[in-house]
């Protein structure tokens, strides 16, 4: 049994794999104390089942109190994703340092010779990834919606807090429909704008996968045919974790 954890900014992954099937998965904030929430989802786990601990994580303090978590209950390692050889599984065109290891985890899961990808994912930042081949290129961080959404209405008195839909028309009646129609929208065209700027600039055309909170949202409602997929970074930390011996 593998144990497998993505460590967003917003919340956490955690799975237990076996046979390369994820068999449980819950999720935990990334903030504050996690040893009760641990202790919580893990007291019926037999550890002695457990060879392989991996993680990718854009939170190096909520991975070192996890990582303290499984030392106190297994001898078996717990990595961080950019601790393994990744470049002997990927080729990486990026400065390693500074690419989080959750989006070199959605590459990896996606990764092939004869494909190439765009994947956006709809996180507290809104990324986009470009994979052409088996080689990882870079991509693009936007502001999170969510983010967004909060900071306008933080920054201004008279725009409440407001969830977000998608909406029909473009020109708001009153301020949640304007707010609505601008994060909706505005977002649907910058979705569409990058990935046209990605294919003009590479001169590739690719398939584009969407994960995230907001994927659902878009996923009908971009002018790019798409294809959703959840468990693509977890997947993605399945195939790395081959690489722990």
Known sequence: MIILGDIGNTETKICLVNDNKIIKKF??????????????????????????????????????????YFKKKTK????????????????IDVNYKQVGSDRLANAISVSTKNKNFIILDFGTATTFDVLIGNNYKGGIISPGINLSLNTLSDK???????????????????????????????????????????????????????TGGFSELFKNSIKTKT?????IT??????ASKLIK
Do not use: H, M
């Not at 996690?34 to 991975?63: A, G, W």
């Not at 078996?76 to 080729?91: A, D, G, P, V």
């Open 156 to 210: 201004a008195s008279l725009i409440p807090r407001i969830n977000l839909k998608k909406i029909s028309k473009v020109i708001g009646k009153d301020t949640k429909s304007a707010v609505r129609s601008g994060f909706f929208w505005g977002y649907a065209g910058l979705i569409d704008n990058l990935i046209n700027l990605i294919k003009k600039e590479t001169k590739k055309s690719f398939q584009i996968i969407i």
């Open 27 to 68: 999720l935990i904030t990334s903030k504050g104390k996690k040893k009760y929430v641990l202790n919580k989802y893990f007291k019926k786990i037999n550890f002695s089942q457990v060879n392989k601990i991996l993680f990718c994580s854009v939170v190096p303090s909520t991975f070192k109190e996890i990582k303290d």
């Open 76 to 91: 078996i390692k717990c990595y961080e994703l950019k601790e393994l050889n990744l470049r002997s599984i990927l080729e």
């Open 234 to 239: 977890i997947n993605g930390l399945i195939k």
């Open 227 to 231: 294809k959703q997929n959840f468990d």
